[in-house]
C-alpha cells in the first residue's frame, strides 16, 4: 500500500515562493526600464499586489511571471508618461555577492547611460533590446505604434553606442536576441548594446538575490494591498508611499481612508 500523497502547496504559500523566486529579476528588469529605485520598486509591487488579487487564475496560466512582468511594465510607461522625472538609481541596489570591481564599474557606466535617457526611449530598447521583443509586440505592450518603437529604439541605441563607446552593429530590428523566460536563441555577437543590458540585468538581480531578507517587508505590503483593494478600498498613491516609509503605523494613527482611485 503506497504512503499518504503529498498535498499541493496552499494559494498563499504557492504565492509567496513564487514572489521570493520572480522578484530578483522583475527588480532588475524594472530598474533598467525606469532608471530609479523607489519608482522601479512601487511598479513591481504594484504587478504583484494585481497578480495575488487574482492568484486563483493567474496561477493556471503559462507563465504567471509573464503576466506580473506584462503589468510591471505597464506600471513603468504609465509614470513615464505622467513625466515624472527622476534622478539616476546609480548603484543604490544591493550588492551580488563578491562582485568584481571591473563589473561593477561597467553596470554602473550602463545605468547612468540608460537613466539619461527620455522614458519612452529607455523602455522601448530594453523591451527590443534586451527581452527580444519584435517592434510589433514591443508597440503593443507599450501601447504606442511600431513607428514610435522604431523611433525610440534607433534614438536610444544612437545615444547608448555613444556614451558607452559601443559599435553601433546590431542585427535585423525584429531579431529576438534573448529569451525573457526559458534558454532560447542566443545574443548576436556583433550586439554588444544588449550583452551590457545583459550583464547589468544580472548584477542587478544577484544583488536582490543575496538580499532575499529584505524581501519580506515587500511581500507583506502586498498581501496588505491585495486585500485592502479586494475588499474595495482604494488606497491613493500618497498613502502608499507613507505606508511603505513607516511601516503602516502613520496610516493607522491617521485612521483616514481616501475613496479616490489611483492616479
Known amino acids: ?11 498563499a504559500e504557492e504565492f509567496d515562493r ?8 522583475m527588480l ?3 530598474v ?13 509591487q504594484d504587478a504583484y499586489t494585481e497578480a495575488l488579487r487574482h492568484w486563483h487564475r493567474i496561477a493556471s496560466y503559462d507563465s504567471a511571471e509573464a503576466w506580473v512582468h506584462k503589468v510591471m511594465t505597464q506600471r513603468v510607461w504609465a509614470a513615464g508618461r505622467r513625466g515624472r522625472r527622476q534622478l539616476p538609481s546609480g548603484l543604490d541596489v544591493p ?4 562582485p568584481s570591481v571591473e ?7 550602463t545605468l547612468g547611460a540608460l537613466a539619461g535617457l527620455p522614458p519612452a526611449q529607455r523602455a522601448a530598447v530594453v523591451l527590443h533590446c534586451l527581452e527580444g521583443l519584435t517592434q ?15 523611433s525610440a529604439v534607433h534614438s536610444a541605441r544612437r545615444t547608448l553606442a555613444r556614451v558607452l563607446g559601443l559599435s553601433e552593429e546590431h542585427g535585423t530590428a525584429d531579431q529576438h536576441l534573448v529569451a525573457t523566460a526559458a534558454p532560447g536563441p542566443a545574443l548576436l555577437p556583433a550586439d554588444r548594446l544588449a550583452l551590457r543590458l545583459r550583464n547589468a540585468e544580472e548584477w542587478l538581480r544577484d544583488g536582490w538575490e543575496s538580499d532575499r531578507a529584505t524581501g519580506h517587508r515587500p511581500l507583506t505590503e502586498v498581501r496588505r494591498g491585495a486585500a485592502e483593494e479586494g475588499a474595495g478600498e482604494r488606497v491613493p498613491p500618497w498613502s502608499r508611499w507613507l505606508r511603505r516609509r513607516t511601516g ?11 475613496g479616490g482611485g489611483e492616479a
Open 28 to 30: 532588475a528588469r524594472a
Open 95 to 98: 550588492l551580488p555577492p563578491h
Open 1 to 11: 500500500m503506497s504512503g499518504p500523497m503529498e498535498q499541493p502547496p496552499a494559494p
Open 32 to 44: 533598467l526600464m525606469t532608471g530609479h529605485r523607489q519608482t522601479a520598486e512601487d511598479a513591481v
Open 248 to 258: 503602516g503605523s502613520a496610516l493607522r494613527r491617521s485612521g483616514r481612508a481616501d
Open 136 to 150: 510589433e509586440e514591443t508597440a503593443q505592450r507599450l501601447g504606442v505604434t511600431r513607428g514610435t518603437v522604431a
Open 103 to 109: 563589473r561593477t564599474a561597467e553596470v554602473r557606466e
Open 18 to 25: 513564487f514572489f521570493v523566486r520572480t522578484r530578483p529579476r
